[in-house]
């Protein structure tokens, strides 16, 4: 099985920062890899597949980068309801689509 | 507007069973992938399984298999997770999904991209 791991596990942040969330596949993934995001009480929301596609309605300050094992979330000029839970999630071995185990990101 | 609602969360006790049901609206039920997520308390997220629009191709997660049965009904739109011989590990809020796909580069990148509420099992004595 692919296992998926992110760095770090939390940080705490300002209004206006920009953010980097890095996810490491155990093994060479291409491009399949999705981003998501969840604020406590809710679901998951997607904002990137493909490593780098901003899903509909996506805000343009996410962005995503990375191929093979090593990806990164940016999101520039955070806002207040960015504090969240980001998951990078791979979809390389179909079906089982594991996920990482999470980045929270807080108010600094 | 595409909409995934769960149902079928309980209480149960170690070894009972449940059939946790996601009625789909908004959209082709026909024409996706669907799959279940689960959540356990304070922790993140653990795909659990997923069958294709055929209902042909199925996997489970390894701490799930041989115990837990999806499958789908397409004249009723709606997507069925039946747990047995439950444990405690099993508890968690379970998301019915929306699995889609994409073209991009000449590849199909697959992806979540509709989520339910989800719905809560409890397995406890």
């Known amino acids: 099985d692919i296992q998926m791991t992110q760095s770090p596990s939390s940080l705490s942040a300002s209004v206006g920062d920009r953010v980097t969330i890095t996810c490491r596949a155990s093994?060479?993934?291409?491009?399949?890899l999705n981003w998501y995001q969840q604020k406590p009480g809710e679901a998951p929301r997607l904002l990137i597949y493909a490593a780098s596609n901003l899903q509909s309605g996506v805000p343009s300050r996410f962005s995503g980068s990375g191929s093979g094992t090593d990806f990164t979330l940016t999101i520039g000029n955070l806002q207040p309801e960015d504090f969240a839970t980001y998951y990078c999630q791979q979809s390389h071995t179909t079906p089982r689509f594991t996920f990482g185990p999470g980045t929270t990101v807080d108010i600094q | 507007e595409d909409q995934l609602v769960e149902s079928g969360g309980a209480m149960v006790r170690p070894g009972g069973s449940l059939r946790l049901s996601c009625a789909v609206s908004g959209f082709n039920f026909d024409e996706y992938d669907m799959a279940w997520v689960r959540q356990a308390p304070g922790k993140g997220l653990e795909w659990v399984s997923s069958?294709?629009?055929?209902?042909?191709?199925?996997g489970y997660a390894d701490s799930v298999k041989g115990r837990f049965t999806i499958s789908r009904d397409s004249a009723k739109k709606v997507l069925y997770l039946e747990m047995n011989t439950l444990r405690a590990e099993d508890t968690a809020l379970y998301y019915c999904?929306?699995?889609?796909?994409?073209?991009?580069?000449?590849?199909?990148?697959?992806?979540?991209?509709?989520w339910g509420k989800g719905t809560t099992v409890t397995v406890s004595s």
């Open positions: 999904v929306r699995r889609a796909r994409n073209l991009v580069e000449s590849y199909f990148y697959y992806y979540m991209d509709v």
């Open positions: 069958i294709n629009w055929t209902g042909g191709n199925i």
């Open positions: 093994q060479n993934i291409n491009k399949f």
